[in-house]
């Protein structure tokens, strides 16, 4: 006997995919982001000012912190999406939820970018990388998403007609009289 896989669902590749590259960055963020953190608070010491320009090290360092608590909720979010994302992939009753979280991704990364342009730290080559992976996981699961549910669409087309609409197909069988 031949052992046959079941056919993948269409979109679960870019949904793992997608879900996967979200866990490695989003893990190295949350790595990453308070490091950022740390050194910002070790800029702002005054053993670091000595080495800095007047004035630089408190700038400096307020960027560092801001940025690291930035990338640290921003990647501790996509992290769960990625895992959510991986999970789901082969489930085609849960792609709308893999959806929904791809939305909420691309909103925390939009609303991250917001508030480093705020503070003049906006990057766009960044800010389209950091896009890239949650616009995967949209794809992955638009691409499954059924227009109309099953049973729904089952249910319509077993519908009788409704009797205040005249049937179309009845005008076109006699010939208008004169």
């Given at each position: 006997?031949?052992?046959?896989?079941?056919?993948?669902?269409?979109?679960?590749?870019?949904?793992?995919?997608?879900?996967?590259?979200?866990?490695i960055?989003?893990?190295?963020?949350?790595?990453?982001?308070?490091?950022?953190?740390?050194?910002?608070?070790?800029?702002?010491?005054?053993?670091?000012?000595?080495f800095?320009?007047?004035?630089?090290?408190?700038?400096?360092?307020?960027?560092?912190i801001?940025?690291?608590?930035?990338?640290?909720?921003?990647?501790?979010?996509?992290?769960?999406?990625?895992?959510?994302?991986?999970?789901?992939c082969?489930?085609?009753?849960?792609?709308?939820?893999?959806?929904?979280?791809?939305?909420?991704?691309m909103?925390?990364?939009?609303?991250?970018?917001?508030?480093?342009?705020?503070?003049?730290?906006?990057?766009?080559?960044?800010?389209?990388?950091?896009?890239?992976?949650?616009?995967?996981?949209?794809?992955?699961?638009?691409?499954?998403?059924?227009?109309?549910?099953?049973?729904?669409?089952?249910?319509?087309?077993?519908?009788?007609?409704?009797?205040?609409?005249?049937?179309?197909?009845?005008?076109?069988?006699?010939?208008?009289?004169?």
């Open positions: 006997m031949e052992n046959t896989k079941p056919a993948a669902a269409p979109g679960s590749g870019l949904l793992k995919a997608g879900g996967i590259l979200l866990i960055f989003s893990a190295l963020g949350v790595l990453a982001g308070p490091l950022s953190i740390v050194g910002g608070s070790a800029l702002s010491s005054p053993e670091m000012a000595a800095l320009p007047a004035g630089q090290s408190s700038a400096m360092a307020e960027s560092a801001r940025a690291g608590a930035v990338m640290t909720a921003t990647s501790v979010v996509s992290l769960i999406g990625g895992i959510l994302a991986v999970r789901f082969s489930k085609v009753q849960r792609r709308k939820l893999c959806m929904i979280v791809a939305i909420v991704l909103v925390c990364q939009l609303a991250s970018e917001a508030v480093l342009a705020f503070h003049g730290e906006f990057d766009l080559i960044s800010a389209a990388f950091r896009l890239v992976f949650p616009l995967l996981v949209f794809a992955g699961s638009v691409r499954s998403v059924p227009a109309v549910p099953a049973g729904r669409a089952a249910a319509v087309s077993a519908a009788p007609a409704s009797p205040a609409l005249p049937d179309a197909s009845a005008e076109t069988d006699h010939p208008a009289e004169p």
